[in-house]
């Protein structure tokens, strides 16, 4: 290359140099790729997500090498503000030259950040939140949503806890959207499964800090599994009022997380979290991929070691550079919905999620895995939580396509 | 220029700087972002509404993120599910926020002080846990992939610098309104009633239905602050009806000078320019912001602009 700038080029810079402003605007460089990771970094989600997530797409990226073109990565904190994120979302797809945004948990935010990435045909990777919209109602051809959805959530702890042999359901239940679709959701799967759901207790949202009363009625009522449809400090508030009113003694009453990650087990401790069970689509303990992946990355984040949010970080940005190089970085650039035609082209391929495809409509069809909770006693070391109790397959774990309402599929 | 704004209301001092905010709002979207600046506008807008309460009348209510949340609810519901162009969905978000705030001032002024506080943010949280449930917001999805609507039907609002202009637009109109209501024979009286209430009553004002008017009034213009913000991202959610929006406009109005015409604006300026700017500190914002807020509050006593008119003698 020629070191030396030719005088019109910085003549033309230097007309141009007061437009620019104070705006930081970055000028679009036709050899760089931006990944912006655009997630909690300061709130409730902070360890599910956050830093961990830019850690692990980093990783990706380093690992990816130089393939002709340079790959950077961004970080914001969208604080679970949907409007911060639609404008950070905005200002980075059309000042920042991101290509595309990564993790983005709340399904709120998702939601926003996904209709400007349709708008300005960009790459949107979810890998962060839980509505199964995402690649139904507001599926769009430039998005991707990898990790876990509300769905397969519900089909696998429901379902497949059926299977193991809690037939009989009570639920608490975040009085909302999400709380009321999750018990549906699993409502369903518990009874196609052959068994009953013998009672619920809605509770207001937010604002409940107390479910003794709850816990009681969801006792009372002799059901073998006590459903949790809530999220992050409600169900870890839940958890410990059930271990201290003696819910889970003597195996009577064992309990299924609808949402909960590795990292929230992590914080309350085996003590307290001990026979739950829940899904996740990865663990760092399932097979020799996952552990050397693991091992790669738990230096840089020694106190946080990853979810399935953080693999799918991973995982996805690896898949959507291979899909980058293979387009050519400057037909990848003009358009995003080229680069995920590309990548549902190509079958994934990586060390968390294995050999994947990813569907029409955006969604990754990974096996789903219900985990129960081990006993401090069985745990031989640092982070060591799981036991494997049901592997959904991939085919299985997700929504059936006809089912998804994804408009341009259809069309 | 200088007739018209006299009759305004405005002194020379306010002229100027007047002329001069609205130089910068034209200039503003060639150097910054303009979506990004349509925010600052909508919040300003929104504290603007809020200090007429505080600033004029010194009622504190708690709970103006209802009458901004639901105004932006309506407009994008409006506009999405009957097509209506973007002028009459903003202003039908602004009569809600008025029709709301009826109903809630006219329970709320018959009490004073921490009291009228405390019931105007019980009401508003009625109309967040109302929002959370009715079928038609969307619950914590919120309302999702509101279209720009044209303005008057034609008018495209695709292009962020279309939609600048209609929000910069909407933002002066409704700043003049205020600044006129204030610098009005009405205005003097609410500033009565601020000062000394029961002299107010005993000079022969019906002052609660100066306060219910000050009141309505206020929340009309958070109603189209709301729907102007909701049309500019396409969405409308809970954290516009949430108790923390209710927070962050009186942290607007305080940080850029209580009662002062131009403070909120600077206010909503600082605020909404941290959380975006701050945005890349990760974990950081919420100290960094902890920390500046801090710090304005022990150096601008009186709020940014109420400090830079105090230093310079004039009023804002």
Known sequence: MNPVLPRRTLLAGAAAAPLVGFGRRARAQANTLRIGVLNDQSGPYRDTGGTTSAICCRQAVEEFGSQGFNVEVVTADHQNKPDLGASIAREWYDRNDVDMILDVPTSSVALAVAAVAKEKNKVHLNTGAATADLTGKACAPCIVHWSYDTYMLAKSTGGATVKAGGTSWYFITADYAFGQQLQRDTTAFVQAAGGKVLGASPYPFPGTTDFSSFLLQAQSSGAKVLGLCNAGGDTVNSIKQAVEFGLTKNGTMSIAAMLMFITDVNALGLDIAQGLSLTESFYWDLNDGTRAFTNRVKSKTPNNWPNMIHAACYAGTKHFLKAVAGLGIADAKKSGKAIVDKMKSMQTDDDCFGKNTIREDGLLLCPAYLFQVKKPSESKGKWDYYTTKVTSPAAEAWKPLNESGCAFVKA | ?316
């Open chain 2, 1 to 316: 220029m200088t007739g018209f704004l006299a009759r305004q209301g405005f002194s020379r001092a306010q002229g100027i700087a007047f002329v001069l905010m609205v130089v910068l709002i034209a200039v503003a979207p060639f150097q910054l972002y303009p979506v990004f600046l349509m925010k600052v506008l909508c919040f300003a807008l929104f504290a603007c509404a809020f200090n007429l309460l505080i600033g004029y009348v010194g009622l504190l209510s708690f709970g103006h993120a209802a009458y901004f949340g639901f105004g932006s609810y309506v407009a994008a519901w409006t506009a999405k599910n009957w097509g209506l162009s973007a002028e009459v969905a903003i202003l039908l978000g602004g009569l809600t926020g008025a029709g709301l705030g009826t109903a809630f001032g006219w329970l709320a002024i018959r009490r004073l002080g921490i009291y009228f506080s405390m019931i105007t943010l019980a009401l508003a949280q009625m109309a967040y846990f109302f929002a959370l449930q009715a079928p038609f917001t969307g619950g914590e999805d919120g309302i999702q992939q509101v279209p720009r609507a044209p303005l008057f039907g034609t008018i495209s609002m695709q292009s962020d610098l279309h939609t600048y202009w209609l929000v910069a637009g909407v933002f002066i109109l409704f700043f003049l309104l205020i600044h006129r209501v204030v610098h009005s024979p009405f205005g003097q009286v609410l500033k009565a009633i601020r000062e000394n209430e029961p002299r107010a009553i005993s000079l022969g004002y019906r002052v609660d239905s100066y306060k219910l008017t000050a009141f309505i009034l206020s929340c009309f213009v958070a109603g189209i602050a709301g729907g102007t913000k909701s049309l500019v991202f396409g969405i409308a959610t809970l954290t516009d009806v949430n108790f923390q929006m209710s927070g962050e406009v009186v942290l607007m109005t305080l940080l850029g000078g209580l009662g002062t015409i131009f403070g909120p604006v600077m206010g909503a300026l600082i605020v909404t320019g941290m959380e975006q700017y701050f945005a890349q500190l990760g974990a950081w914002v919420t100290v960094m912001q902890g920390v500046i807020f801090v710090a304005c509050v022990l150096l601008f006593r009186r709020g940014i602009v109420g400090e830079i008119g105090a230093k310079l003698k004039i009023i804002l």
